[in-house]
């Protein structure tokens, strides 16, 4: 049977939904692998064929915006009209017959391995590592999932790009708590950001300058392996709390990045790929030079160690075919490498920067932009 509508000719739609629904739709979205703008059309599609559906409270709703085929979305709204009831409420009643018809599937076992532990790294700096580990950071807390995020730079470009302070080097800080210098508990550094459907489910670490100070300190330690443990000690206490740790590297390939490769291995009854490093890349040669260095690094940590680190896959930033055959070329080259994958690709957009010009965070800023829903398919598919 032909469509009725070209399933690639899509439009953007907007509607005003209460903010329960749309937090419904992006978690089980995301608990069952779908792109928000198919459980949508496939609750438009259901909603045109149902008779009688009870009407959806939708008091006090906001902006929510997807894309619906051209037809389906004409088709919708004089559907609409026919049965006399508002564009919003039939969008509404199309998500809520799509959420009763797709039940959340059973709970997966408790973890026993902790929190899944994701980090975002590239020896190079400028290849958007903040930008990219924040975004995918809110999109797993937009799916339900109790996220922390951990600026681990001492530069401290993502603390600062949220809007937040860094912690003042005479506080106690993550890099104290992993030299055992700290006092009191890790917890009490963690900050809960505020706004978009991921309130409540996301907190960030914040950075302190004295990050600076770690690799020298790691270096003359004497203890055995602190280099490589550090930062799993000093998370320990508030890995239970959280089903993602995210944590955003330094570009070096110090024994701070050393700490931060053997906190993403896969530990012992763990899952294969359910923790592991994702590599932010551009499309062009210096990336490819900068992985090929993080890659040996990661190599010979497991070589030494015995363990295994799971190499997620690339997410090709900040990308612009208008840039010719450097780009396009560079990006057939990620792409051929095929393990690990090529994850996402984001558009070279204004939307993250002017996300960080107000220091707002990008799924509050632009939750509806095209690198907003890349973020959301980066997290989605590390966490399949």
């Given at each position: 049977m032909t469509a009725p509508y070209d399933p690639t000719d899509r439009e953007k739609v907007v509607a005003k939904l209460p903010a329960e629904l749309r937090k419904e739709l992006k978690v089980r979205a995301a608990e069952l692998g779908k792109d928000i703008q198919d459980a949508v059309t496939e609750g438009v599609e259901a909603w045109r064929k149902?008779?009688?559906?009870?009407v959806v409270d939708t008091a006090g709703g906001t902006s929510f915006a997807t894309y619906l085929p051209a037809g389906l979305y004409g088709k919708l709204k004089q559907d609409c009209k026919t049965r006399s009831v508002?564009?919003?409420?039939g969008i509404a009643q199309s998500i809520r017959l799509w959420l009763d018809s797709n039940p959340s599937p059973r709970p997966r076992p408790a973890r026993v391995t902790g929190a899944r532990r994701i980090i975002f790294g590239n020896q190079k700096g400028g290849v958007g590592k903040?930008?990219?580990?924040?975004?995918?950071?809110?999109?797993?807390?937009?799916?339900?999932?109790?996220?922390?995020?951990i600026d681990f730079d001492p530069q401290g470009h993502l603390t600062k790009q949220l809007g937040y302070p860094m912690l003042d080097i005479d506080e106690a800080s993550l890099a104290k708590h992993m030299l055992k210098e700290a006092k009191g508990g890790l917890?009490?550094?963690?900050?809960?950001?505020?706004g978009g459907d991921f309130e409540e489910h996301l907190w960030l670490l914040p950075a302190c300058k004295d990050a600076f100070l770690l690799d020298a300190k790691l270096a003359t330690t004497k203890a055995v392996r602190i280099k490589e443990t550090a930062l799993e000690k000093a998370l320990e206490p508030v890995e239970q709390e959280f089903d993602?740790?995210?944590?955003?590297?330094?570009p070096s390939l110090g024994y701070s990045m050393d700490t931060a490769l053997y906190y993403c291995r896969t530990r012992d009854g763990e899952e294969p790929n359910a923790s592991g490093i994702v590599v932010p890349v551009l499309a062009e040669d210096s990336s490819a030079d900068a992985y090929d260095m993080l890659y040996d690094q990661v190599q010979d940590l497991i070589e030494d160690m015995d363990i295994d680190i799971a190499l997620l896959g690339f997410v090709v930033n900040m990308y612009d075919s208008r840039k010719g055959f450097v780009a396009t070329s560079s990006l057939d080259e990620w792409r051929n490498i095929g393990e690990?994958?090529?994850?996402?690709?984001?558009?070279?957009?204004?939307?993250?920067?002017?996300?960080?010009?107000?220091?707002?965070?990008?799924?509050?800023h632009?939750?509806?932009?095209?690198?907003?829903?890349?973020m959301r398919t980066v997290a989605r598919r590390i966490s399949a």
């Amino acid at each position: 049977m032909t469509a009725p509508y070209d399933p690639t000719d899509r439009e953007k739609v907007v509607a005003k939904l209460p903010a329960e629904l749309r937090k419904e739709l992006k978690v089980r979205a995301a608990e069952l692998g779908k792109d928000i703008q198919d459980a949508v059309t496939e609750g438009v599609e259901a909603w045109r064929k149902a008779k009688g559906r009870p009407v959806v409270d939708t008091a006090g709703g906001t902006s929510f915006a997807t894309y619906l085929p051209a037809g389906l979305y004409g088709k919708l709204k004089q559907d609409c009209k026919t049965r006399s009831v508002s564009y919003n409420q039939g969008i509404a009643q199309s998500i809520r017959l799509w959420l009763d018809s797709n039940p959340s599937p059973r709970p997966r076992p408790a973890r026993v391995t902790g929190a899944r532990r994701i980090i975002f790294g590239n020896q190079k700096g400028g290849v958007g590592k903040t930008s990219v580990s924040a975004g995918v950071a809110q999109a797993l807390a937009e799916s339900g999932h109790r996220t922390l995020l951990i600026d681990f730079d001492p530069q401290g470009h993502l603390t600062k790009q949220l809007g937040y302070p860094m912690l003042d080097i005479d506080e106690a800080s993550l890099a104290k708590h992993m030299l055992k210098e700290a006092k009191g508990g890790l917890s009490e550094l963690l900050v809960p950001i505020k706004g978009g459907d991921f309130e409540e489910h996301l907190w960030l670490l914040p950075a302190c300058k004295d990050a600076f100070l770690l690799d020298a300190k790691l270096a003359t330690t004497k203890a055995v392996r602190i280099k490589e443990t550090a930062l799993e000690k000093a998370l320990e206490p508030v890995e239970q709390e959280f089903d993602y740790i995210i944590v955003d590297c330094p570009p070096s390939l110090g024994y701070s990045m050393d700490t931060a490769l053997y906190y993403c291995r896969t530990r012992d009854g763990e899952e294969p790929n359910a923790s592991g490093i994702v590599v932010p890349v551009l499309a062009e040669d210096s990336s490819a030079d900068a992985y090929d260095m993080l890659y040996d690094q990661v190599q010979d940590l497991i070589e030494d160690m015995d363990i295994d680190i799971a190499l997620l896959g690339f997410v090709v930033n900040m990308y612009d075919s208008r840039k010719g055959f450097v780009a396009t070329s560079s990006l057939d080259e990620w792409r051929n490498i095929g393990e690990p994958p090529v994850l996402a690709v984001v558009p070279e957009l204004k939307d993250q920067r002017e996300a960080v010009r107000v220091k707002k965070p990008l799924l509050v800023h632009a939750p509806y932009g095209d690198q907003a829903d890349v973020m959301r398919t980066v997290a989605r598919r590390i966490s399949a």
